[in-house]
T-cell receptor
Framework: SAVISQKPSRDICQRGTSLTIQCQVD?????MFWYRQQPGQSLTLIAT?????????ESGFVIDKFPISRPNLTFSTLTVSNMSPEDSSIYLC????????????FGPGTRLLVL | QKEVEQNSGPLSVPEGAIASLNCTYS??????FFWYRQYSGKSPELIMS????GDKEDGRFTAQLNKASQYVSLLIRDSQPSDSATYLC??????????FGAGTRLFVKA
């Protein structure tokens, strides 16, 4: 399996502030994704992190709210900007390894609570 | 729109029984199929992958794929309380993006 780490593992933030989540993957990972999982819900894809270029966002997610960087193959950040309590969620970094199986692996997640 | 459908449950089975989890998908071009287990408060963990029609066994887990019926299932034999979790079905249609179902909650009663 791919090795994916995230930090912070959890945070409590005040509304109106921003939080940047970092994700580090092993060198076997090619594609990187960011997901959100709200309490009791399934995974929602936020965006595909593209190396050296702008991320590809899914419907309902915009760069101003969720800026994403991927300066190199193994590192990406997701920022949750101008947070509100509705942003309270688990944010998951995910990666797909090289090779034909396209198996997707997940980091441990960042649990965010916005007060 | 490509979809992956699962019964949300909860599915409740007694300890030692077989738990059967089902999933259907809409895109006939789908090529890769995965089952993830997610414990409460944790991230999804891959437990099975299957790529061709038929059964694939790994320990107490058996994945079954029927592409003609667009149906994939997961059987858990000798279910244990530690198997209690949400099980996510995931389907890859050929690109690098995988579509996840909403998950089925499984409770194994001791």
């Amino acid at each position: 399996s791919a090795v994916i780490s995230q930090k912070p593992s959890r945070d409590i933030c005040q509304r109106g502030t921003s939080l940047t989540i970092q994700c580090q993957v092993d060198s076997q990972v090619t594609m990187m994704f960011w997901y959100r999982q709200q309490p009791g819900q399934s995974l929602t894809l936020i965006a595909t992190a593209n190396q050296g270029s702008e991320a590809t966002y899914e419907s309902g997610f915009v760069i101003d709210k969720f800026p994403i960087s991927r300066p190199n193959l193994t590192f990406s950040t997701l920022t949750v900007s101008n947070m509100s309590p509705e942003d309270s969620s688990i944010y998951l970094c995910s990666g797909v390894r090289t090779g034909g199986e396209k198996t997707q692996y997940f980091g441990p997640g960042t649990r965010l609570l916005v007060l | 729109q490509k979809e992956v459908e699962q019964n949300s449950g909860p599915l409740s089975v007694p300890e030692g029984a077989i738990a059967s989890l089902n999933c259907t998908y809409s895109d006939r071009g789908s090529q890769s199929f995965f089952w993830y287990r997610q414990y409460s408060g944790k991230s999804p963990e891959l437990i099975m992958s299957i790529y061709s029609n038929g059964d694939k066994e790994d320990g107490r887990f058996t994945a079954q794929l029927n592409k003609a019926s667009q149906y994939v299932s997961l059987l858990i034999r000798d279910s244990q309380p530690s198997d209690s979790a949400t099980y996510l079905c995931a389907v890859n249609t050929g690109g690098f993006k995988t579509i996840f179902g909403a998950g089925t909650r499984l409770f194994v009663k001791a």
